[in-house]
């Protein structure tokens, strides 16, 4: 499972609708809907992918979001899940200049804005990632372009 910044995660693209999704992956093991401060949100997870992908309800119903904790995600050919953080950062994400990092009791995330990318880690080792859509402006997304 290769993530592709900015694009999406395999061949499933940011932008795409839950018909497109689910030609690719099949039937999701669970969906669910999110009504949260005006953001309509439908979540569909697929357990054996440890993959949950997120569609916006005000933008077309559109994929838009993704979080997951595939021990097989790659960036560039390297894996991601379960090493130590400093090493994703540094030389699997080598590229990605800029992390903000915000710790809570247990959990340390770092986020990169540039590629809307942050990495959930426990005990200093990348547990989970997730990634969205970046933004053109404050107000707009910048979906990439589907191929079809």
């Known amino acids: 499972m290769e993530l592709k910044p900015k694009i999406g995660i395999d061949n499933l693209v940011f932008g795409m609708t839950e018909t497109q999704v689910k030609e690719i992956l099949g039937n999701p093991d669970r969906k669910f809907e999110i009504n949260d401060m005006g953001d309509d949100e439908v979540v569909l997870e697929w357990r054996e992918k440890m993959l949950r992908l997120t569609f ?4 077309n119903d559109r994929f838009g979001y993704l979080r997951t904790m595939n021990p097989e995600l790659t960036f560039n ?21 800029e ?17 809307w990318l942050c990495l959930n880690c426990e005990y200093g080792i990348v547990l989970d990632l997730e990634m969205g859509v970046p933004f053109k402006n404050d107000e707009e997304y910048d979906w990439p372009i589907i191929k079809k």
């Open 56 to 59: 916006y309800k005000n933008e």
């Open 77 to 97: 050919g390297s894996k991601i899940m379960n090493l130590q953080s400093e090493i994703v950062k540094e030389k699997v994400f080598s590229e990605f200049k």
């Open 99 to 115: 992390w903000d990092t915000n710790e809570f009791d247990f959990l340390t995330n770092y986020f990169n804005d540039d590629n």
